[in-house]
């Protein structure tokens, strides 16, 4: 099977002032399991980035946020970081939009420097906790978000009803009811279409499924992976941990500052090496002798299987049983996320 990739995509009618990127070689799997050497550049950069505040009354404290910080990532891909709260997650995301400065290391956005005013017509973001002006309406909101990026009514006219519906946000909403009526979830949808708003090469979200339900989290899960789709670079911290599993190519783990692991989740998480089996019938003796963690509930058989599944595919149909699920199985990324939690906080315990 053959994967291919657009490179570039140059738009000369914006500024473009990252069109010579830094080309890294990254090893892409293909679904036939071969690999393919794809040059991508290299849209966000960080060099022992660190960022130290100064507290107490007579500021003669310290506290690092965040501790030298390198990481790299790729035009095109959605790269997830997690962390628990307070680990430095928004610290960094601050860093790289120059909001904030840091202590030492560096940081490159789409190969200027972070904070850099050339590129910021370049960059979407949502926030955490995102501040509107509550008596705009929606519409109103999103074409004075418009106005900022100097962006022509002929072209914001047409591009904020694709977003509203994009988004899943009533047109009829948007153009009558104020900011100050809408729902947390109404926000949180009118936020990611201002993030949206000048189609942004890189966009960052900040907790994007905060406060929202089901619906709402499937809804911006869907957004995220249209812009996936589109080729946009995606970088984001969630707490929620199976929309990162489907949704990311790469992700990071930060812990008290520290970045702990970064790679794909197939390098994090492994190949899985167990099956997760359930079937009907069968000789009790012979299933404990295949499989570990055997429970029965409303008159199935389940647990993991280690042997090999063509001969235990066999041996269940020796014995008249019936097999209904066969499933691999590999460390799930909540499993892994608090072992290297746990891991580290075992190792900062016996320093």
Known sequence: MTCSFTLYRLDYTRAAPWACFEIMDTVFPTDDNSSAIVHRPV????????????????LNQQVASLRSCSLEIYQGET??????NGAGKTTL????LGIIRPSSGSAQLLNQPAGDQSIKQHIGY??????????LTGWEFLTYSAGLFDIPASIYKERIPTLLDMVGLSRQAAIKKQLRQYSKGMLQRIGMAQALINDPDIIFLDEPMSGLDPTGRYQVREVILSLKDQGKTIFFNSHVLADVEVICDRIAVLNQGELICQGSLHDLLGTPDAYFVKGQGGSLDVLKKWIDNLTFEGGYWQGYLHGNPHDFMGSVHLMNGRLITLDLRRLSLEE?????INQQQTIATKN
């Open 43 to 58: 849209i966000v950069k960080t060099q022992d980035l660190s960022k130290t505040y100064r507290t107490g009354f007579w």
């Open 79 to 84: 790269f997830g970081l997690l962390g628990p």
């Open 93 to 96: 995301l601050k860093l790289l």
């Open 126 to 135: 949502l926030p955490e906790n995102p501040y509107f002006y509550d008596y």
């Open 336 to 340: 892994f996320f608090i072992d290297q």
